[in-house]
């Protein structure tokens, strides 16, 4: 074929949009906006990464920090939710072997993630609304740096995503726990204590011959604990969006409500309680459950010490409710009791629980040697390492001692939250997409395995590599969240910009081979509606 | 007390060792699942090592921490230490707001900085002439902010702020208003 025509129709023009079910599509539109957002992301990411060289002239500092503001936001949100969410909202019905609960509601959670997310990013980028995520009280409410209708704009927009992901979580466990028509009925509240963990507890206590069968797979138990803590979620970002709201309005109508009715202190810990359930919770609940179904779907087997996995994922949504003093280790009113039992000890609980994850997924893969080094083997491996690398620069940083000379520091940023995000998180989404890859596209062909090749080695050496100079520059007291005027850090910050550009050399590869792989007409017929029926994941299903 | 630098001189040596290690596990790891040949049963006895191993590894690294970092102690038990001496330092709309031009202290006393913020919350951090930290705190209004400090080596010190405020507060510096004298 010539590139043309590869380009117009895909690889060998196996890939027909036509031929997908809506689930497919409505899966694949999610895995495409997510790309685009994490493709904005890292741009976004670069900009940023040059301005810590040495600041550009066409960006002031305020556009600067709305960059800043915007960037993890559309990483989490536009980006990591679309990929997730939509691998989910298939991967539970095609596991459950039953249809999603509503399609209707899963649409809406696409077009509420991917308008909110848009909105949220025009609304920074006009009006310069830059609070970052963190939105310490008082400063989302501060108008004398920030005007109130952009700022009303970007609540707006995180509040449709946080809609969005309420819906995700009503279909999610109305998908596990419903009886479809014209099926026998299934014991619902059973189901969701199986799933919520309650099953598995108990047979660590029980002997084997009286230990109950679980009702649901472990990968469905793990995305149903984690979206425990992405309900949770929600309502604090809502809850808080709405507070925020509340004075933007009233400033907007002419009365300025009294900022000091709200403690600062406990709004950090309330915001930080919920922001937690992200950093803490979901994502590595979800990564543990990613990495379950992963080995599983590479080996063929069955997971190594199944029933310790399951209890450890229950003991890990308790480590997530209890564990955001760790931010506020800096925070000399703080109670001590907190910061040492929920910010040092709690904490220490994530080596552990992540540990129990790295262990049982290496163990499984080991049982089933030897094994094809794969696309979605290599990539898992990379997420394997990427949490192996982070989270014990988290656990260091969760400490007393250290604290005091790491927080709000580039170790922070960049060994610990973007060798998470970047090396951890989404090596273990692209071992997703590869693996599903000829699932929800009926068996088209990847365009270059070279091209593969290159994205895996230059995400994993780019990405580590960065939150490596990022650490060292952190080490060296290189503080985020600001800017550096003198080049005071520049050896780092250059070598990092380098480790930047190899991410964006393999983010572009990997969408260049996607579209390849898919061609034009293909990716824009994901955008069609499909004549199939709703109710059926794969178009050969009755 | 010991220097903020060697703390960090010790843990950029622990962190690489460990990140070198794991990535040429994972890296073998990696190689040697691709090999030909059989597997042998894994011992649960090994995972469960391994699980202690973790335990052992979390809660030490602070009971360390704790003993060896003398300002980890001192901080927990600051308001039960007599300072040798207090600094009273307001920050509002964007500006800290010293008691006097420059803040003077010998070396080995024990100086507290009370920091009140009187709007948003904005971070209080001293820093080498090299830019390295020496410590840091969140101010948050509302809210007592004070950190007990100990100076080992005579120089001056340069304030900024550690936490972002807005854009108007990423040039929050006061350079070289701390000097510490040797006795």
């Known amino acids: ?542 | 007390m010991i220097d903020s630098q060697i703390v960090l001189n010790g843990q950029t040596i622990a962190y690489s060792c460990y990140a070198v290690v794991i990535i040429l596990v994972i890296g073998w790891f990696g190689l040697r699942i691709t090999k030909p040949g059989k597997s042998s049963k894994i011992s649960h006895s090994l995972f469960y090592t391994f699980v202690g191993f973790l335990m052992v590894l979390g809660v030490s690294l602070h009971i360390i921490t704790y003993n060896t970092i003398p300002w980890a102690s001192m901080d927990i038990n600051r308001a039960n230490i007599k300072p040798d001496k207090v600094f009273n330092i307001t920050v509002e709309n964007h500006q800290f707001n010293l008691p006097s031009d420059k803040l003077v202290i010998n070396v080995g006393e024990k100086a507290l900085f009370d920091v009140t913020s009187k709007d948003l919350t904005y971070g209080f951090g001293v820093f080498r002439s090299d830019n390295s930290m020496i410590f840091q705190m969140q101010v948050v209004p509302g809210h007592r902010n004070d950190i007990l400090w100990q100076f080992n080596h005579p120089g001056v010190y340069t304030i900024r702020s550690t936490e972002y405020s807005g854009p108007k507060g990423a040039q929050m510096i006061l350079q070289d208003v701390i000097e510490v004298k040797s006795l």
């Open chain 1, 1 to 542: 074929m010539s590139f043309k025509d590869t380009f117009m129709n895909g690889e060998q023009g196996l890939f027909k949009a036509s031929g997908l079910t809506p689930m497919q599509k409505l899966v694949l539109r999610f895995v495409v906006v997510g790309l685009l957002y994490y493709g904005f992301a890292v741009i976004e990411g670069m900009i940023m990464r040059i301005y810590q060289i040495e600041p550009i002239n066409a960006i002031p500092d305020f556009q600067y920090f709305a960059i800043l503001t915007a960037h993890p936001l559309v990483g989490i949100f536009g980006s990591t939710y679309s990929l997730v969410f939509g691998a989910f909202l298939f991967l539970v019905p095609f596991l459950m072997k039953k249809p999603l609960w509503s399609y209707k509601l899963g649409n809406w959670t696409f077009l509420l993630i991917t308008a909110g997310t848009a909105i949220f990013w025009f609304a920074g980028f006009i009006t310069h609304y830059a609070p970052l995520y963190t939105l310490y009280w008082p400063l989302p409410v501060d108008f004398t740096q920030f005007n109130p209708i952009g700022g009303s704009f970007f609540i707006l927009g995180i509040a449709m995503v946080m809609l969005g992901t309420v819906f995700f979580v009503i279909n999610i466990f109305k998908t596990i726990s419903y009886t479809p028509e014209g099926f026998e009925k299934q014991p619902s509240a059973a189901i969701l204590a199986d799933a919520i963990g309650f099953s598995g507890l108990r047979n660590l206590f029980l002997k084997k011959n009286k230990q109950k069968e679980h009702l649901v797979s472990l990968p469905v138990a793990a995305i149903a604990r984690g979206t425990v803590d992405t309900a949770l979620n929600s309502g604090v970002i809502l809850f808080t969006g709405v507070l925020i709201l509340v004075y933007m309005v009233g400033h907007l109508m002419g009365f300025d409500l009294k900022e000091t009715a709200i403690d600062a202190l406990l709004y950090k810990n309330w915001f930080w309680w919920g922001l937690d359930l992200i950093a803490d919770g979901l994502v590595l609940i979800f990564v543990a459950g990613t990495w379950y179904l992963l080995a599983m779907l590479i080996t063929g087997k069955k997971l190594f010490m199944q029933n310790i996995a399951r209890a450890a994922l229950l003991v890990e949504l308790i480590v997530s409710w209890t564990v955001w003093s760790h931010h506020l280790l800096s925070d000399q009113s703080q109670p001590s009791f907190l910061k040492i039992a929920s910010g040092e000890l709690v904490t220490a609980f994530e080596l552990i629980t992540q540990g129990l994850a790295f262990y049982i997924t290496l163990a499984t893969l080991w049982s089933a040697r030897p094994l094809k080094m794969t696309n979605e083997l290599k990539f898992l491996l990379g997420g394997l390492l990427g949490f192996a690398l982070a989270v014990p620069a988290g656990i260091m940083q969760a400490d007393i001692g250290l604290n005091r000379i790491l927080h709000n520091t580039q170790w922070i940023v960049g060994p610990h939250v973007h060798v998470a995000i970047l090396v951890g998180l989404t090596m273990t989404l692209y071992s997703a997409v590869y693996i599903l890859f000829p699932i929800v596209t009926n068996g088209a062909k990847l365009y270059s395995q070279k091209l593969a090749n290159f994205h895996f080695w230059a995400h994993l050496i780019g990405g580590i590599g960065m939150g490596a100079f990022m650490g060292m520059a952190g080490l060296n007291g290189m503080l985020r969240r600001t800017i550096y005027l003198n080049g005071e850090f520049n050896l780092y910050m250059i070598l990092a910009g380098i480790c930047g550009g190899l991410l964006l050399l393999a983010f572009l590869a990997f969408f260049y081979n996607i579209v390849m792989s898919i061609g034009l007409k293909g990716v824009i017929g994901i955008f069609t509606p499909s004549k199939l029926d709703v109710k059926n994941l794969l178009p050969n299903e009755e």
